[in-house]
């Protein structure tokens, strides 16, 4: 089946620096990215929409020059957490979609801890 | 964005069929159903999705109801492993998560 690896797993910062996620399909082409967070014993909340070559569509009330998102390639999108701070401490996912009507694949998610 | 309605918890005991109910009232002709289902510290795994008639696969069947107000996931014998959050949701170009069923499984 399809898989989306998302890496790192879990990263621990220091407030104000900056952090990188990757999500990545390997075996099949992403048409369609698209970011989540989720805090604890609550649901996944859609943050932002990328297609491969364009820029990300910010769902409202997400910063997007907090959230920075590049999706430069058919298998690759990053997210960048820049100037973190505590209150961004939370699970970040990743899904991707391929052509047509096939479902999202996710990652197993990034465990970002600003301290 | 379309909503969907999920009892919050339902319970099973193992080895026996769930049906996990789900109401989407606003649905519009073109949006899909889709399932998934969320382990504890994981990334949501894709069970089933449909968009008129029923659907089977490995994991589960998904049973649309005839004015697709409502459909209905069934697991046909719940083990252990099947406990999770299980999220109805509407395809709309993108899936806007609901709080989904919090399904136990008692041995």
């Known amino acids: 089946g399809a898989v989306v690896s998302q890496h790192p797993s879990w990263v621990i910062c220091k407030s104000g620096t900056s952090v990188k996620i990757e999500c990545r399909s390997l075996?099949?082409?992403?048409?369609?990215m698209f970011w989540y967070r989720q805090f604890p014993k609550q649901s996944l909340m859609l943050m932002a929409t990328?297609?491969?070559?364009?820029?990300?569509?910010?769902e409202q009330g997400v910063e997007k020059d907090k959230f920075l998102i590049n999706h430069a390639s058919l298998t690759l999108s990053t997210l960048t957490v820049t100037s973190a701070h505590p209150e961004d401490s939370s699970f970040y996912i990743c899904?991707?979609?391929?052509?047509?009507?096939?479902?999202?694949?996710f990652g197993n998610g990034t465990r970002l801890t600003v301290t | 964005d379309a909503k969907t309605t999920q009892p919050n918890s339902m319970e099973s005991n193992e080895e026996e069929p769930v049906h996990l109910p789900c109401n989407h009232s606003?649905?519009?002709?073109?949006?899909?159903i889709h399932w998934y289902r969320q382990l504890p510290s994981q990334g949501p795994e894709y069970v089933i999705h449909?968009?008129?008639s029923n659907v089977n696969n490995r994991m589960a069947s998904l049973a649309i109801a005839e004015d697709r107000k409502s459909s209905t996931l069934i697991l046909h014998r719940a083990t252990l492993r099947d406990a999770a959050v299980y999220y109805c949701?509407?395809?709309?170009?993108?899936?806007?998560f609901g709080q989904g069923t919090e399904l136990s499984v008692k041995p």
């Open positions: 990328s297609n491969e070559g364009s820029k990300a569509t910010y």
């Open positions: 449909g968009l008129t």
């Open positions: 075996d099949f082409q992403a048409t369609t």
């Open positions: 606003t649905i519009s002709g073109t949006d899909y």
């Open positions: 899904s991707a979609r391929g052509q047509g009507v096939s479902p999202l694949h």
């Open positions: 949701i509407l395809w709309r170009s993108k899936l806007i």
